[in-house]
């Protein structure tokens, strides 16, 4: 989880933007986090009523590098697949060749 500390550009009061499987922003005097509304530039909680302001482009910039693959990641993936064909040439199985394209073959 990874914790974005900022500040409420509507009240200036120091809040927190996590960037988890649910991204939201924790506020002062509120358990849960509030919604992130980047087309709005702000953020609302809808159980206190906390509305405040965020930069939509400095949240979606945060969103899309979370969901960006790390580097190598992708390389290490066609090595595993490689590994695993290599494999498979060596002891030959008709059944596990055809799950192993299932899963390969987009």
Same mark, same amino acid.
């Given at each position: 989880m990874t914790a974005y500390p900022f &500040? /409420?550009?509507? /009240? *200036? &009061?120091e809040v927190t933007l996590y960037m988890d499987e649910a991204p939201g922003v924790e @506020? *002062?005097? =509120? +358990? %849960? !986090?509030?919604?992130v509304? *980047?087309? #709005? /530039?702000? $953020? %609302?909680? !809808? @159980? =206190?009523g906390r509305n405040g302001r965020i930069s939509g482009a400095w949240f979606t910039d945060l969103l899309m590098a979370s969901q960006a693959p790390t580097p190598g990641s992708e390389i290490a993936d066609l090595t595993a697949q490689l590994a695993e064909a +290599?494999? #498979? #040439?060596r002891h030959p199985n008709e059944h596990d060749v055809?799950? $192993?394209l299932? !899963?390969? &073959?987009p």
């Open positions: &500040t /409420d550009r509507g /009240d *200036p &009061t @506020h *002062p005097g =509120c +358990i %849960y !986090r509030a919604e509304i *980047p087309e #709005l /530039d702000c $953020f %609302y909680c !809808r @159980h =206190c +290599i494999e #498979l #040439l055809a799950v $192993f299932k !899963r390969v &073959t």
